[in-house]
């Protein structure tokens, strides 16, 4: 009965590391800088939120660039104030001169530079957001790529500006990225569907139109569902393995 007991032990215990070592490997995987747009309609404004977490065990993110696009350029870019961070706009003369909005524009801003003090850098176990606001946004369908570079204070610069393809595993430096809706006036006027009219696709929302960048915090729930399971197995199993005492 000992030799049986101690089986099932080791059997439950086995069973919960194993869960609780995907959840954690599900969520380290799904670590990476990625970009939240609160409107993507197309021909509006909306704000940009980067999410920067730091990856090093040693060391601390003190620097981040994100390039915005010259071949769709934003007429307006503003930034949000982060505390200890310092952020400078970079404007570029663009290859060639692009209608924005009805107006000739052969200058942009084409990235913005956020730059830590000593105090406030990104430790371990740390993120911190960092948002703007731009427009006017491209046509809808336009994906929008916004490729990061992460600086850590022991020399080390990590690139987020991998391509992300439909139907292929994600990269493992993914840039971050957002895909254009219909314009809220389109959107507006879109005939509902009716017995006498042909159904009609609503646009995508704002969480659709974001890109693989949320996917790995989808997955990082799924590893921790899997770990609260296999816990559960192995305390039901450990349970049922007591001998019953004879009456």
């Known amino acids: 009965m000992k030799t049986s007991h101690r089986r099932t032990l ?8 194993a869960a609780g ?19 993507p309609a197309a021909g509006g404004y909306t704000h940009l939120t980067f999410n920067v977490p730091n990856e090093s065990p040693t060391a601390k993110t003190n620097k981040l660039e994100v390039s915005l696009p010259t071949d769709t350029p934003f007429n307006s870019v503003s930034v ?3 505390e200890g961070w310092t952020a400078e706009l970079v404007t570029t003369t663009l290859p060639k001169p692009v209608t924005v909005a009805g107006a000739t524009v052969t200058k942009a801003i084409s990235s913005v530079v956020w730059t830590a003090d000593a105090a406030h850098q990104i430790g371990q176990n740390e993120y911190q957001a960092f948002s703007i606001s731009v427009g006017v946004l491209p046509d809808a369908g336009t994906t929008v790529t916004l490729p990061a570079t992460q600086t850590y204070t022991d020399g080390t610069v990590v690139k987020w500006d991998e391509k992300t ?29 009716s ?32 770990g609260l399971i ?3 197995a ?4 450990l349970v049922r393995s007591r001998p019953t005492k004879a009456k």
């Open 195 to 226: 017995p006498s009219s042909p159904s009609v696709t609503p646009a995508p929302s704002a969480a659709a139109s974001t890109t693989s960048n949320d996917s790995g915090s989808t997955a990082g729930w799924f590893g921790l569902a899997a």
């Open 21 to 39: 070592l995907l959840a954690f490997g599900v969520s380290a995987a799904s670590a990476h800088v990625n970009v939240n747009p609160d409107d």
């Open 165 to 193: 393809v439909e139907g292929q595993p994600e990269p493992e430096h993914p840039a971050p990225s957002f895909v254009t809706t219909a314009s809220d006036a389109a959107a507006s006027a879109a005939p509902t569907s």
């Open 80 to 82: 949000k104030p982060v």
């Open 10 to 17: 080791k059997t439950a215990c086995a069973a919960t590391m």
């Open 230 to 232: 296999g816990l559960a």
């Open 234 to 237: 192995g305390v039901t199993a």
